[in-house]
């Protein structure tokens, strides 16, 4: 558990040198922080010498003063003088919450400090024009001198992407005739700018925002890099126009692998459970009745897959469920036979991700945050809530799958352990390749120590060892295998190894899962489950979605190298998520299918709880019935045709013009930085620092010199090679001829060695020439031209 003590750091902030304006003083004073944490301590001197920074701190060190109090103090101490239509900082993060959270925690400030500056809170979430359209007004009559806010819409304040409201695609003509909205507000006197979660603002998705918000900032301005993953995106940073920037890391050492150095707080523990997917949920339930009464957030990859398990869990833990079929009556029975399964009394649960709107989101935010400790509580949640927030007390963070990028391991992991407090992390993986990503994180300095399985004796008490019915699966299911594996041989001959080798894999997988004694329990939970999804079409078609949205993001995995869909027991995979029937998805081709037992039921009949809905489907099902059959043409059979086909391309597609994209700037950038070094003038660098397109117009000029260049050496190159090529054509000619007239008798193999041995001699005599005149020839005689190369 959480403790409840806030633990001391480092120095007092009076220590601070340059010191800290008196008002800043007393207000992190009424913050109730007395000292600075590590990464304070060495940003913050750091920026207000000027200076850029790069930082990299483990999750809930404190970052977000490291930068906001720079920030203000240079503001004040440069008595920066800004217009009602002038900005004089910028803060951008990747999230609509995070910049919600930074714009509290600056308020704040502010409000303590008494400094005069008004800060304004820059995010998307709606698309009506009048909110749009209430946000500009806002924009025009607070005339902000701070702006915080999440890339996409801060690019439309400043880069005038809005107009009368609307947003405007780049170049759109509007009805007025204008071709862009005019920037609501100037970033010319711009003191400072800074990227929270850089790392992640720096991948593809934010690319071309923020290459636009760039283009309107000066470039004479101070900028603050911070991450608790910073050093994944170094490669990037060229793109900010950082300058001789200072580097901050803040290193953690594992007090029990004597000092190792780690990437996460010590504070945090985090184990990992290889089990078959089948039995994350009773896990899960069962690690949840084991802690008691605290605060936990779960991961997901998927949305489908948070709105899957929202619902049910809502069904499980919570006092009042929605509307159950079969009225009162009904509604008990199935929580007694629920409650079996989890003893732990009823939580409240919530649910975030990025597909929910924007008032839903916050209000789930705001009320999981406002849950004191002491109360068992569930976020269900995707990565929208990996990164930055701060959510109080947050004792478990379990993730039902590893991430698809990385990086949001540890930023997952960090809801819970923050600012010196504990906390503790659990994740699942697959028995086989996904075993691998253990040592994975071992390499990126994030250790983790194998967590217990847990069991359910028949009282339902949670135990650590297997009950006595707990039997070996392999016995079960061995002879199913073998039966696969016969009809297998029969078309082995016939494919190209290709069966041969899906088998080999399946049994290794098999052979992993069958080490794992079999749980009864958690299969009469599943069991359960179908049930409910049997009575429900809701949770029987969230569950379906949610199934076949995993199957897709596992295929999207960064680390795709530990994370094969080949390897994947994708039937367990499926006996996790309760489904009903298998779905019909190219991914399960050549699986043992015959693993999964269909639940025994027209899915058609299973009713929508909201009888309105209901009605409405079953109008809909009954003229289906009667249309006459639509004559569907014949399609020939590929692997790989599918509806989830057009989604994925999009994808791919989407996925090469970033890339296209991203190629296309680090090439302009990485120019212009060269360019800036290879001009000595002061006056010219000067120049082409307060206009960008200066610096573009040198570099295609001097990229056309280039290429005339290039150009003329390549002519003169090819008329040299042409030269030499053509005397030595001429030479082995001759000596061809000649040799023909002489030899006429000799045979073909005869006649080649005889040649070659001429042609040699003939190198011989021209490297001999070629020395003399200070030249090398390589000649192979015969076989390239290429090497015939002067
Ligand atoms: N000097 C301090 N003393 C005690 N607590 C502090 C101090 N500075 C910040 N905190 C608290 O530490 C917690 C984490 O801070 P913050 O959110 O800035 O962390 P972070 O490093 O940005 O984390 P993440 O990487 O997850 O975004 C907050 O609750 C904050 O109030």
Redesign the pocket.
Known sequence: MADSV?PT?GRPWSALQPALSPAMLDA?SS?G?????P??EATIPASLQNRDVVVE?????????SFLIPLLELLHRKRTRLSHTEIGAIVISPTRELSRQIFTVLQELLKLTALPYTAHLVVGGSSSATNTADEMSVLKELGPDILVGTPGRLEDVLCGRLRNGKRLKSGMITASGGVRGRPRVSAAKLEVLVM??ADRLLDMGFEASLTAIFSVLPKQRRTGL???TMSEALGQLVRTGLRNPVRVQVQVHDRSTAGSERRVPASLAIRYLVSPPDRKLAQILRLIQMGGPLKYIVYFSTCAAVDYFYRLLRRMLCPLPAIVPGGKRAMREERDRLREHFQGGSASVHSLHGQMVQSKRQATYESFSAIPPGELAILLCTDVAS????I?DVDYVIQWDPPTDPKSFA?RC??TA??GRSGQALVFLSPGAEETYIDFLALRKIPMVPADYLWQDSEGAVTMEPPADAISLVEEESDLEESEDEADDAEEADDGGEKKRRRKRRARNQDQLSKYPADTRSDALLELIRGLAATDRDIYERGKLAFVSFVQSYSKHEASFIFRLKELPIIEVAKGFALLHLPSMPELCGRPVSRFIPYAIDTDTIPLLDSKRETHRLEKLEKAKLAPPVKVEKREKNNTDSWTDAKEAKDRARERKLKRIRRRDAVASVEEARLMQEIEDPKIREAMAKDPLLAKRMISRRDKSLRDMAEISASKNQSSRQTATRTLDDIIADAQSTKRKSESSSSEDEDSWEALARKEAIRKKLAAKAKGKGKKFTFNPGFSDEENSS
Not at 387 to 390: E, N, Q, Y
């Open positions: 806030v750091f992190v913050l922080f007395e000292n600075m944490t990464v304070q701190a483990a999750t809930g060190s404190g970052k977000t003063l929270d979660e911070f991450s608790a990164r930055g927030l701060d109080p930023h960090g809801r923050r600012a």
